[in-house]
């Protein structure tokens, strides 16, 4: 499949305006149809929602965002679509008669996909003339953050169209799951289900409050299953033994009269009234805004933990890093403009880097300087193949001024001028800028070429060397940056 | 209740070693019971899992560590326990029997615990002759590090109990939940059951297998959980709207026939098989060591980050930290040993300090003298305290050496010499060692005194300037460190 450029989005709610956000920053034009006034507030906040997580999120550049425009008919936005996304509320016979519209309106090949959280793609192909071209889609809210898609293809899905929608959802950073079996409510919403019914009965029971199960799952085994799920948390439970001995000890429990299997609680509107109040009471100290936030910042940084470690979540991310990284590769050195210093890191203060002084800790700039020296490194040709073939530049020295103060959520950005090459060493002077303009600090470093195999110095490669050099030809002409050369205790 | 000192652990499974791990690390002589062969491996491992979590997780200084010792009988066990802790496998019988066991062999005012997943307090209790000293506290696995414990009184503990066990759990870091009816398997057994049912079911039927599970899980709500649990998860689901939105418009698909409610797939050996393999071919790339310490390290980053977003479990952190910092202030300013450089941190690298080069990254040697210059900061009594009071010391300009490479899991301490101090002025020398006595860096600083107010600079209190100052009247004695005053490029 070419690289999806438009697509639609029929529904603008919480889950539509997530797709959206997710579609439009990966560089994908949207239009959207939702008849209703608060679509277009509601996918703005998404996107600006989406913008501050991703800021905080890639360290890969992202691709231009893509355009955006709210239409008025389904016929409009699915005009030049090649992929159609379907998010209006749980109704089948409402996403029927939807689908039937956007085949008239459609490409023969432009690929359907539906949100739904539970009815099945079969159901939703009945009246379809091209029902081939249909699969599910089911996400996760907030869209733009869980990359996890739960694909479900119809009797009548072709084969191919499972094949480009999972290519498509991989593209925009996603964990396409694809299921075995077509049955209602698919995996996770049916292990969701089983949950919500279980802890509705305890609050109408009185056992637990909406605050006590929160606290019960996210104290406990929701930290768990946040990157190892069901099987493989049981498996370590089981001890050494595994997963035989863990049935052998746990499996009889299930036995035990411990759940409410047969009955569903009646939504009474004292049962309503309850949940409602006590979820007020657990969480209406924030605002809605408040708390998406703060949802969004915790998820960040687990995924950013997980690719860190290389796991779950986290390894989907590095892999989409990757993907837009080789994309932006595309820029030749010989295209390169080295006649100012380069710009090679740009970020937004994310709040765990603000310390007690209310702003960016001192050992943050030293970072958003490493970040800029790697880059630099790339740009000269020391970048992840080089070392992988055994050479590196290891920093030995390092002078910074600390200028002024930033605070959380402005953006930075560092440029790089090369002072100095001569065989092993290369001096390089980083000023940090603030969005504003105002210079924030300044970063001299020395650095040193090494044999990562005998952790000595060593001669760079010719490539390097060479690309060094013309950039200083041009670097040595700029002006000579105020500090270089200080050292600690000669001002004050 | 006076801080609790000797605690008994009966039975050292996976459970029983958590529990002896978290005792042990946070100061408290553990004598544990248990017949098997095993016991002891298994209880080193816990242990050494632990301390490897521990040290990236706290920045707090732990304390000593407890005393451990194995008995060879349940009364030796809990001769001196102020709390006796059952951790002995899910049999009613057995379980009443050893409580009839400890009972007679302790203190009357000894807080006996159980770690049962499910069986009623008031079960427990049937046999008692002082029933009013046990309690339900289920822990969740991994002990050492999810602060979940369930506290569930029977029908006959003694409300002081309840509050004891509640003040003993937090003293060792843990989030007591105290549930309020007595119910068999509490609140989060029969949230996991629900699904642990339901995930069988879907084993069993072909419509997924482990791994797809597990995907299903930690790509998606898996990450909500971590942070915010169901309703609160669900109270953003349903927009600005809320809650009652939320249950109107996902309520109804409750009566849907999505579960399997009635029935319980039969532990046929073909499905013990089936499961059992699935969880082979997922899993089994990784040794069941490697697949804790990969689970530990995933724990322990979102804890952290937790902590950095001061929500859920990184409170419960927060405040177990706070706890022991206070313990550790008692060291008086007059009391330290200013003859010498000042020890101001020690840690061990963790693996996301570490870069493409394999070595600790140069910013987070920056982060290791950041953290030194906070400690050396509280020494003089530039504290919280003083910074609410409206004032603090910015670093103005830094310049570090790096002289030596250092590897993950490798420890490394701070020495910190103070070199100048002049009103507003203070420079200070930070040295950063390997744990086997190389000089991995220098580090040079100035700080400047702020207002915090006017972010200008000023004077600071007499007291700091006292201390300061009497510092330097010791550390002036001591030998002109290496390095200092140097500017980049006037060697190589």
């Known amino acids: 499949m070419d690289r999806v450029k438009n697509v639609a989005v029929i529904g603008a709610g919480v889950i539509g305006g997530g797709w959206i956000a997710r579609l439009v920053l990966n560089?994908?034009?949207?239009?959207?149809?939702?008849?209703?006034e608060s679509a277009q507030t509601n996918v703005d906040k998404s996107i600006s929602n989406a913008k501050r997580a991703y800021e905080q999120l890639f360290s890969a550049e992202l691709p231009d965002i893509g355009s955006l425009?709210?239409?008025?008919s389904v016929e409009e936005a699915c005009r030049i679509a090649e992929v159609v996304i379907e998010a209006i509320p749980e109704s089948l016979e409402s996403k029927q008669s939807l689908f039937s519209e956007i085949e008239s309106n459609t490409h023969k090949d432009t690929i359907i996909t539906s949100s739904t959280s539970g009815i099945l793609p079969s159901d939703l192909q009945l009246k379809m003339k091209r029902p081939g071209r249909l699969i599910v889609a089911h996400p996760f809210n907030p869209v733009y953050l869980l990359p996890l898609v739960e694909l479900v293809a119809g009797k009548k899905t072709d084969k191919l169209v499972v094949d480009r929608s999972t290519e498509f959802f991989k593209s925009i950073g996603m964990f396409p799951l694809t299921v075995n079996k077509e049955i209602p409510a698919f995996i996770a919403d049916r292990l969701l289900e089983s949950v919500w019914r279980e802890a509705l009965w305890l609050v109408n029971d009185n056992v637990a409050t909406t605050q006590q199960i929160d606290d019960a799952i996210r104290f406990g085994f929701g930290l768990r299953?946040?990157?190892?799920?069901?099987?493989?948390?049981?498996?370590?439970?089981?001890?050494?033994?595994?997963?035989?001995?863990?049935?052998?000890?746990?499996?009889?429990?299930?036995?035990?009269?411990?759940?409410?299997?047969?009955?569903?609680?009646?939504?009474?509107?004292?049962?309503?009234?309850?949940?409602?109040?006590?979820s007020d009471e657990q969480s209406s100290m924030y605002s809605f805004d408040e708390l998406v936030r703060k949802r969004d910042d915790n998820l960040v940084d687990f995924i950013s933990s997980l690719k860190d470690n290389n796991w779950g979540a986290g390894t989907t991310l590095k892999e989409h890093e990757?993907?837009?990284?080789?994309?932006?590769?595309?820029?030749?050195?010989?295209?390169?403009?080295?006649?100012?210093?380069?710009?090679?890191?740009?970020?937004?203060?994310?709040?765990?880097?603000?310390?007690?002084?209310?702003?960016?800790?001192?050992?943050?700039?030293?970072?958003c300087f490493s970040w800029a020296t790697d880059n630099f490194m790339q740009i000269i040709g020391a970048d992840s193949e080089y070392i992988k073939s055994g050479s590196s530049f290891f920093t030995v020295e390092t002078h910074i001024r600390h200028l002024d103060e930033v605070h959380v959520r402005e953006c930075v950005n560092v440029t790089t001028q090369l002072i100095s090459v001569s065989g092993k060493k290369m001096q390089i002077f980083h000023r940090l800028?603030?969005?504003?303009?105002?210079?924030?600090?300044?970063?001299?470093?020395?650095?040193?070429?090494?044999?990562?195999?005998?952790?000595?110095?060593?001669?760079?490669?010719?490539?390097?060397?060479?690309?060094?050099?013309?950039?200083?030809?041009?670097?040595?002409?700029?002006?000579?940056p105020e500090g270089l050369g200080r050292s600690i205790g000669n001002k004050y």
């Open 27 to 36: 560089g994908i034009n949207v239009e959207v149809y939702d008849h209703s």
């Open 69 to 72: 425009s709210f239409c008025s």
């Open 225 to 278: 299953w946040a990157q190892m799920g069901l099987f493989e948390t049981y498996r370590l439970a089981g001890g050494e033994a595994g997963m035989r001995h863990f049935i052998s000890q746990f499996g009889p429990c299930l036995e035990w009269p411990w759940t409410h299997l047969v009955d569903v609680p009646e939504f009474t509107e004292e049962l309503v009234n309850k949940i409602a109040s006590q």
């Open 322 to 367: 990757k993907r837009l990284t080789e994309k932006a590769k595309s820029v030749l050195f010989e295209d390169r403009d080295f006649t100012k210093a380069i710009q090679t890191y740009s970020n937004t203060v994310p709040q765990k880097w603000v310390d007690y002084n209310g702003h960016m800790n001192e050992s943050r700039y030293l970072e």
């Open 433 to 480: 800028f603030h969005e504003d303009g105002r210079l924030l600090a300044t970063g001299e470093h020395m650095l040193l070429h090494v044999n990562l195999t005998t952790r000595s110095t060593s001669e760079p490669s010719k490539v390097i060397t060479y690309r060094a050099e013309s950039i200083l030809d041009l670097h040595r002409m700029l002006p000579h």
